[in-house]
């Protein structure tokens, strides 16, 4: 069994909780929170299996890695404190575990990482010989191993189209749905995530992956951008009242361009509520979905829905980036220290869980 942590009890680490219990090769040693009101309870409880796990939230990070687990998951959030993430998860590293984390943006793509991501992570691999996977859904499996799995179906590729579509209402993390992404914000505020370059700082890495998998050439990547406002005032269940005339969906995208035309292509849909933005692109049912469209012939296009606490289709996509890299631990154990990215990685059968179901 491997000894693993898992760093962080909220959207992902409550949905990490749950894939390290069920999964018949890992064992849960530890789990980290810094909220002290989490602090010595029962780790089943925080995970919403209702029942416990025998093993009770602690906030002494030196502590937890000196019993030197052989792998982590992080799940504390990197996208309002990408410096302090880095930091965690070489430390990690460095005490000899192997690392899954979404966290880290620059380091999906870690062969064109920023020196300043790469090179702390590299500095803790020599140190200590632990590894590192950062891998997600979108940016993630829904970008990279599904739509390089469905473009092998076509005779001719012409274009890959990867959509997410969602209805952020259902996203449990209020501070980046208003502030990073900017819903129920004036349309004059900029919100972060939508910065120019920012986009693909943190998909145009998967953009590269796919263009390397199918060995293609970049000419260069690119973005759109566009905002939509509220027609109507309107109250969601998670978040609150978001006013008329504000922020209510956003679609963007960030294009790979080969022979001066965008072939591979990274779309977001993403709205407050379904009334904003009607004539965009809706999922077929329920609040999210992400799709894949291989423009060729044939044409191909899967949808995958998820869903996880309660039907909810957020959480069923955080739940599907915890199963690819809970998913990973065990291959990267047994391979030798380094860095790793999603064309390492491979993404197999559910070997050993079908059918079962942990005690």
Same mark, same amino acid.
């Given at each position: 069994?491997?000894?693993?942590? @898992?760093?962080?009890?909220?959207? !992902?680490?409550?949905?990490?909780?749950?894939?390290?219990?069920?999964?018949?090769?890992?064992?849960?040693?530890?789990?980290?929170?810094?909220?002290?009101?989490?602090?010595?309870?029962?780790?089943? +409880?925080?995970?919403?299996?209702?029942?416990?796990?025998?093993?009770?939230?602690?906030?002494?990070?030196?502590?937890?890695?000196?019993?030197?687990?052989?792998?982590?998951?992080?799940?504390? %959030?990197?996208?309002?404190?990408? =410096?302090?993430?880095?930091?965690?998860?070489?430390?990690?590293?460095?005490?000899?575990?192997? @690392? !899954?984390?979404?966290?880290?943006?620059?380091?999906?793509?870690?062969?064109?990482?920023? /020196?300043?991501?790469?090179?702390?992570?590299?500095?803790?691999?020599?140190?200590?010989?632990?590894?590192?996977?950062?891998?997600?859904?979108? /940016?993630?499996?829904?970008?990279?191993?599904?739509?390089?799995?469905?473009?092998?179906?076509?005779?001719?590729?012409?274009?890959?189209?990867?959509?997410?579509?969602?209805?952020?209402?259902?996203?449990?993390? $209020?501070?980046?749905?208003?502030?990073? @992404?900017?819903?129920?914000?004036?349309?004059?505020?900029?919100?972060?995530?939508?910065? /120019?370059?920012?986009?693909?700082?943190?998909?145009?890495?998967?953009? +590269?992956?796919?263009?390397?998998?199918? *060995?293609? #050439?970049?000419?260069? &990547?690119?973005?759109?951008?566009?905002?939509? /406002?509220?027609?109507?005032?309107?109250?969601?269940?998670?978040?609150?009242?978001? $006013?008329?005339?504000?922020?209510?969906?956003?679609?963007?995208?960030?294009?790979? &361009?080969?022979?001066?035309?965008?072939? &591979?292509?990274? #779309?977001?849909?993403?709205?407050?509520?379904? %009334?904003?933005?009607?004539?965009?692109?809706?999922?077929?049912? *329920?609040?999210?979905?992400?799709?894949? &469209?291989?423009?060729?012939?044939?044409?191909?296009?899967?949808?995958?829905?998820?869903?996880? $606490?309660?039907?909810?289709?957020?959480?069923?996509?955080?739940?599907?980036? @915890? *199963?690819?890299?809970?998913?990973?631990? =065990?291959?990267?154990?047994?391979?030798?220290?380094?860095?790793?990215?999603?064309?390492?990685?491979?993404? +197999?059968?559910?070997?050993?869980?079908?059918?079962?179901?942990?005690?």
């Amino acid at each position: 069994m491997i000894r693993t942590v @898992v760093w962080g009890t909220g959207n !992902v680490g409550r949905a990490a909780i749950r894939a390290v219990d069920a999964h018949p090769g890992l064992e849960l040693a530890a789990v980290l929170v810094s909220d002290p009101a989490k602090v010595g309870r029962d780790a089943g +409880r925080l995970a919403g299996l209702g029942r416990d796990l025998g093993v009770v939230a602690d906030d002494d990070v030196g502590a937890v890695l000196d019993g030197r687990p052989e792998a982590v998951v992080y799940a504390a %959030s990197g996208d309002t404190r990408p =410096d302090g993430a880095l930091a965690d998860v070489a430390r990690a590293v460095a005490a000899g575990a192997v @690392v !899954v984390t979404p966290a880290l943006y620059p380091l999906y793509d870690q062969r064109n990482a920023p /020196p300043e991501f790469r090179d702390p992570v590299l500095a803790a691999v020599a140190e200590g010989g632990g590894s590192l996977f950062v891998s997600g859904v979108d /940016p993630g499996w829904g970008n990279d191993v599904l739509p390089l799995l469905v473009s092998g179906l076509g005779a001719t590729v012409d274009a890959i189209r990867c959509q997410e579509i969602f209805d952020y209402s259902t996203y449990e993390q $209020e501070e980046s749905v208003r502030e990073l @992404v900017g819903m129920g914000r004036p349309l004059d505020y900029e919100p972060p995530m939508l910065w /120019p370059s920012v986009p693909t700082m943190i998909w145009g890495g998967q953009i +590269r992956l796919m263009a390397r998998a199918l *060995g293609a #050439e970049l000419d260069e &990547i690119r973005e759109t951008m566009e905002r939509r /406002p509220l027609e109507a005032t309107v109250k969601t269940r998670t978040m609150g009242v978001f $006013e008329a005339g504000t922020q209510g969906a956003i679609r963007f995208e960030v294009q790979g &361009i080969v022979g001066g035309e965008p072939r &591979i292509v990274i #779309e977001h849909v993403t709205r407050i509520h379904p %009334s904003c933005a009607p004539d965009w692109p809706v999922p077929p049912d *329920g609040a999210g979905a992400h799709r894949v &469209i291989v423009e060729g012939s044939p044409r191909i296009e899967v949808t995958v829905a998820a869903t996880d $606490e309660g039907e909810n289709r957020s959480a069923g996509g955080n739940a599907t980036a @915890v *199963g690819r890299l809970v998913g990973a631990i =065990d291959w990267l154990v047994a391979a030798e220290p380094g860095l790793y990215d999603a064309l390492d990685v491979p993404l +197999r059968p559910a070997v050993g869980k079908l059918g079962r179901r942990p005690r």
